[in-house]
């Protein structure tokens, strides 16, 4: 498969423990298979960069996808809890990551390449509001599937690594993409705030019914 990297520079050898452990998905090479995407990526702070393209061969790893129908949400933001530290650590926050971590987490460590939503500034907004019982699971559900959230694939072993080759760019210029991103981050949020006007605490579920109703992933109500 082809798979972008954004970036400023030209990453002709990815390299097995590089990037920051409160990603997403903790440490690994975060890649996308859109390359608009990736541009975006490249050009996130606001300078010129790169799409970097790779040719992926997953034959034989072992990978983690996150948007098949044996994992849902709570497991993607199970993950982000783990990982994702730098968010509100206040009593009921605290106590709903807690309540994700052992529940719903699973841990992208043993596998070799990770596939799922990213978690950028928008989106993890919403996650946050989730965890602290400003919205309903639906709410959220539908927010991120509306928002044409896209997918990263990230790798996380030795192996993966030795199985991605170099083979260009894409050049990304910040004039263009850098407002690309700006934009999209705007018709996340507006969606967002669509779902969010008739949001009442009489019908769906909340993290707060999650936790007093011992709700595990196998729940039939969270399907």
């Known amino acids: 498969m082809i798979v972008y990297h954004g970036s400023t520079s030209i990453i002709d050898l990815p390299i097995l423990g590089k990037g920051k452990t409160t990603n997403d998905y903790g440490r690994g090479f975060?890649?996308?298979?859109?390359?608009?995407?990736?541009?975006?990526?490249?050009?996130?702070k606001g300078s010129d960069g790169f799409a970097n393209i790779y040719q992926l061969d997953l034959s034989g790893l072992r990978v983690l996808d996150l948007n098949s129908e044996e994992y849902g949400i709570l497991t993607w933001l199970a993950i982000l809890a783990r990982?994702?530290?730098?968010?509100?650590?206040?009593?009921i926050s605290k106590?709903?990551?807690?309540?994700?971590?052992?529940?719903?987490?699973?841990?992208?460590?043993?596998?070799?390449?990770?596939?799922?939503?990213?978690?950028?500034?928008?989106?993890?907004?919403f996650a946050k509001n989730f965890v602290s019982n400003g919205i309903?699971?639906?709410?959220?559900?539908?927010?991120?599937?509306?928002?044409?959230?896209?997918?990263?694939?990230?790798?996380?072993?030795?192996?993966?690594?030795?199985q991605i080759a170099y083979t260009g760019n894409l050049p990304a210029q910040s004039k263009r993409y850098t407002k690309q991103a700006k934009e999209r981050?705007?018709?996340?949020?507006?969606?967002?705030?669509?779902?969010?006007?008739?949001?009442?605490?009489?019908t769906g579920i909340f993290m707060i019914d999650i936790i007093r109703e011992g709700m595990t992933a196998s729940d039939p109500r969270l399907q």
């Open 185 to 202: 981050d705007k018709e996340a949020r507006k969606i967002y705030q669509e779902l969010s006007k008739d949001a009442t605490y009489s």
């Open 83 to 91: 990982y994702r530290s730098y968010w509100e650590n206040g009593s």
């Open 95 to 125: 106590e709903a990551k807690d309540y994700l971590k052992r529940n719903f987490f699973v841990s992208p460590e043993k596998y070799d390449i990770v596939r799922g939503y990213r978690a950028d500034d928008s989106y993890f907004t």
């Open 30 to 44: 975060y890649c996308t298979e859109n390359p608009e995407l990736a541009k975006e990526w490249a050009c996130a």
């Open 136 to 162: 309903s699971l639906e709410q959220l559900k539908k927010a991120m599937y509306l928002g044409a959230l896209g997918e990263q694939i990230v790798l996380k072993s030795e192996k993966a690594f030795k």
